[in-house]
């Protein structure tokens, strides 16, 4: 079978490049730092960079359990 034929069963492709050609992390970064500076929360740049690619509800939940704040996760994210 021709590699043509094969590709014909999908409508499309989706390629993670992040990380690998695209360094998304300081955009992140600077996303946290923005709402630490509306929410008033602590804001430490190593702390976030060491939580990449952990969803962002779940940064939201352990920044309120660390913080000892009560955020309201959809406005944070």
Do not use: C
Not at 13 to 25: A, I, K, N, R, Y
Not at 45 to 50: G, K, R, S, V
């Amino acid at each position: 079978m021709q590699i043509e034929d094969l590709l014909k069963k999908y409508d499309g492709f989706v390629f993670d490049l992040d990380g690998t050609l695209v360094d998304s992390m300081p955009l992140h970064l600077a996303g946290w730092e923005y709402a630490a500076n509306i929410f008033g929360f602590r804001y430490d740049a190593t702390w976030f960079y060491n939580l990449g690619g952990v969803p962002r509800r779940k940064i939201a939940n352990l920044l309120s359990e660390q913080q000892h704040l009560n955020l309201e996760e959809d406005a944070l994210t």
